[in-house]
């Protein structure tokens, strides 16, 4: 029996791409590049689209509960999101920020644009997840000591990078195939000082993907039912995670996902289960967490739970190749923006949306067309994937133009200092 519940949720929007594909000008500045490759104005309508479903009043009642209840929360943000809520809606980041200032609630730390750097660059991952650190105690005055990734990556070098940055834990899926016989309720850790907490899946996703399913055979759920669950699992305390837009987005306000998440603090209290903060949970079981072997190819919380979800057909596989080509041209050129724009272009949201080329259809297939831009669907299946390729393509090509043998004697000259400092205070490790 479970007497103790770690809650976790992370805030993300990825900075979608401009289909059809725009062409870059010759000669175009990096500013020029960005206006031509990202398509803010669509970025802009989602963002208050789901703001208005999910963001505030989801953040009102998780306000109401963390300080109403003994309820406590852990949640994490993409840097991709922050950037964009400083830009188009300052109150609700303040809205966060007073959610943040809250002694019930822990910061947990993301990847900071959601890519996938972890696969390509392993020094720069180690120093963008310490850069990531220091701008989220910026942004809200605490400094998280625990760390996501994106979708929850992990593997033993992943664990080895996180370890080397300083964290004292990371989250990951508590995926069968990963686990073993091991049960996902306790603490673990791989051969260094890092612990791990496991995501419970079954449980989760009973929230996050089957909440609204009227063919699932346990609808609807309700609070007390889902707390018997959490309480009979067994283990030292159970973890659960899922994606803020759950509360409104995925499953909209009429489904009664609010209510669900508003009596969840009563019903664990009844039955005896207690809500603690990942640290909390940390210090109690730190001494006592086993061993869990990690694959050399990653695990993440997507689909079946591992790469192949992103990376599992040609168009995924060549959309990567794109990606891992644009980043070590952008590293070749030195230029801090341009690397800064080739980790925005390695987003493994380009990858997710495209999951269902050529899959035949499935649950997989339909989250991935679900978060596959509605306004790109008007150009064909197929012509989607040749519009993206095609963005790839064209920030490539543009990105050549900045290599040191392309560029006069005088600015070859000139530009590597400036650039050295500036690479460094973006967590970026000059290499040429």
Known sequence: MTTQAVVYTVV???????LPAQP?????????????IFDERMNEAYFRQVATKSYYPATERFLRMVRTTDFKLAIGFSISFLRQAEQWDPTLLALFKELVAEPNVELIGVEPYHNFLCLLDMPTFVNRMRWMREELARIFGKEPTITDTTEMCMSASVYDALDKAGFQG????????VMGWREPTHLYHYDGNLRLFTRHLKLSDDVGYRFSNRSWPSYPLYADTYANWVRDTGGDFTFLAWDFETFGEHHWADTGIFDFLEALPSEFQRRGVRFSLPSEALAEHRDH???????????????????????GNK??????????????????TGK???VDLALWLLQSDNLHLIQWFGTGGGSEAEVSAYF??????????????????????????????FLPSRRTKGERKRTPKRDARELVTMGIEQRY
């Open 24 to 36: 870059i000008p010759t000669g175009a500045s990096v500013e020029d590049m960005v206006r031509c």
């Open 372 to 401: 596959t831009p509605r306004e790109w669907w008007g150009l064909g299946p197929d012509n989607i994937i040749v519009e993206q390729q095609r963005v790839y393509q064209n920030a490539l090509r543009a990105m050549e133009n």
């Open 289 to 311: 967490a086993s061993q869990l072997p990690l694959p050399i190819f990653p695990t993440t919380w997507a689909g079946s739970g591992g790469m192949e979800f992103f990376l």
């Open 336 to 338: 801090a923006d341009l």
């Open 170 to 177: 990371a989250v990951m899926d508590g995926r069968e195939w």
């Open 315 to 332: 168009a995924q596989q060549a959309i990567f190749q794109l990606m891992t080509h644009c980043y070590s041209v952008a590293q070749l």
């Open 12 to 18: 993300h929007q990825p900075r979608r791409l401009k």
